[in-house]
């Protein structure tokens, strides 16, 4: 009789079971918080409702400035002046099914 490797035997212990039932009940913002890509969140009004420390790091936007609640063209930083060029993008992947 063939021995299944040691993960796949581990895969079905409590233990596993515990972690994996763990992970999905995290929230995605604490997720989000601690990664090193950087991730962002905007309202369906383009205004937007989130970015972690790395987007915000990516997007040059000035330490302490808070995004929360802004468009576009309000944040401090060269491509604001691409706001309506942003926005338009918003609107299209809304509609995609792929989100992009």
């Known amino acids: 009789m063939k021995q299944k490797p040691v993960w796949m035997m ?4 409590e233990k596993k079971t515990i ?3 763990t992970i999905e009940n ?3 913002i604490s997720v989000m918080e601690h990664a090193s890509i950087p991730w962002g969140i905007k309202s369906n009004e383009s205004k937007f ?3 972690n420390q ?3 790091h990516f997007c040059n936007i000035p330490k302490g400035f808070d995004v929360e609640g802004r468009l576009d ?3 401090p930083v060269s491509w604001s002046e691409l706001a309506p060029e942003l926005q ?3 609107r299209k992947a809304e509609q995609s ?3 992009g």
Do not use: Q, R
């Not at 581990?10 to 212990?13: G, Q, R």
């Open 49 to 51: 409702v989130y970015m």
């Open 97 to 99: 099914k792929e989100g």
């Open 54 to 56: 790395a987007a915000m």
């Open 88 to 90: 338009a993008h918003d």
């Open 73 to 75: 063209s309000e944040v």
């Open 19 to 21: 972690v994996f039932s």
């Open 10 to 13: 581990a895969k079905n212990k």
């Open 26 to 28: 995290i929230p995605l």
